[in-house]
């Protein structure tokens, strides 16, 4: 890849989610992850990455170039392969293993593996990835450090979810008939959450390991934006990105602290509002005269 990005970067992400579930915890019965001491919503990073790359997959089609790693219902080894037959390393049978050959070539096939999969798929250049079905094959191109990182985001004001029972028209059987047992199941909802996540995009990461382009860099702003547009179902309800703030530095090692652009953002509930259940309940205000010299501001 060329044109590999040279400044530093933090955003903000505001997006909110009415009537559905934003991030379900499994170890919860799939209700809307809170921190339980002030019942503020959490939705992790790694679901907002799937959105990402979710979103990548449909736009970019397997062009090359932009493949995703992390593919649902896709082995890792099936990548692997693809990376072992472009590098010329030699498989033993079908076990996954793969043919003994001195410490210098292996040196030298791992730095080409990391490069292979770092220039093939999107997902490894920009988050990175920790390729442990390499480790198995006795390679060591493994944890590749991605310039691109997210935080937990988390609702503006605590969320209140809902168990709503779900009923069935069509039974399975003629008993299910007669006993009337047309309960389906339950589903949790948030009547409505306006939540806040924090990223970080480092030019000396993207410089150093994966080469994450200024190309990269707009796919990755574009994705965000629209990462729920094709991603709508029952279980989330209606949600949708309001607002990508992005930072940016004059050069690679950053002008300013990351927590103190942070700062400069303020979300809050209006004042003649007792309940919000819309995006225009909330004021959304930005301390731009105490930027930083050397840090610039863009709202998408």
């Keep these: 890849m060329t044109n590999v990005i040279n400044n530093r970067y933090e955003f903000i992400i505001l997006f909110d989610v009415e009537n559905g579930n934003p991030n379900g915890d499994p170890d919860a019965g ?10 503020l919503g959490i939705v992790t990073d790694v679901c907002l990455k799937k959105k990402i790359r979710n979103y990548v997959e449909v736009v970019k089609d397997d062009e090359q170039g932009y493949d995703i790693y992390i593919k649902q219902g896709v082995p890792l080894n099936v990548s692997d392969k693809r990376a072992y037959k472009a590098v010329g390393v030699e498989e033993d049978g079908d076990k996954g293993k793969v043919k003994k050959t001195t410490a210098e070539k292996k040196k030298q096939q791992d730095e080409e593996l990391r490069k292979f999969m770092c220039s093939n798929f999107y997902d490894i250049r920009t988050f990175g990835a920790v390729m442990t079905t390499f480790v198995k094959g006795a390679f060591n191109c493994g944890q590749v450090r991605g310039p691109v990182q997210l935080g937990f985001a ?12 779900i009923t069935r028209c069509a039974l399975a059987t ?3 008939a007669e006993e009337k047992r047309n309960t389906m199941g339950k589903k949790y909802i948030v009547p409505y959450g306006l939540y806040r996540g924090e990223g970080f995009v480092s030019a000396n990461l993207a410089q150093k390991s994966t080469n994450f382009s200024e190309s990269d860099l707009e796919l990755l702003w574009d994705a965000i934006v629209n990462m729920f547009e094709h991603d709508h179902s029952a279980a989330r309800g209606k949600m949708a990105v309001r607002e990508l703030i992005i930072f940016k530095h004059a050069d690679k ?6 927590h103190k652009l942070f700062e400069l953002v303020h979300v809050e509930r209006k004042a003649d509002v007792q309940v919000a259940r819309k995006y225009s309940d909330y004021v959304v205000s930005i301390d731009e005269q105490s930027l930083p010299d050397g840090v610039t501001l863009e709202r998408r």
């Design 30 to 39: 799939n209700m809307p992850r809170v921190d339980p001491e002030t019942n």
């Design 154 to 165: 988390r609702s503006i004001d605590p969320i209140f979810p809902q168990d709503i029972t």
């Design 174 to 176: 003629e008993k299910e």
């Design 253 to 258: 090692l950053g002008n300013a602290p990351a």
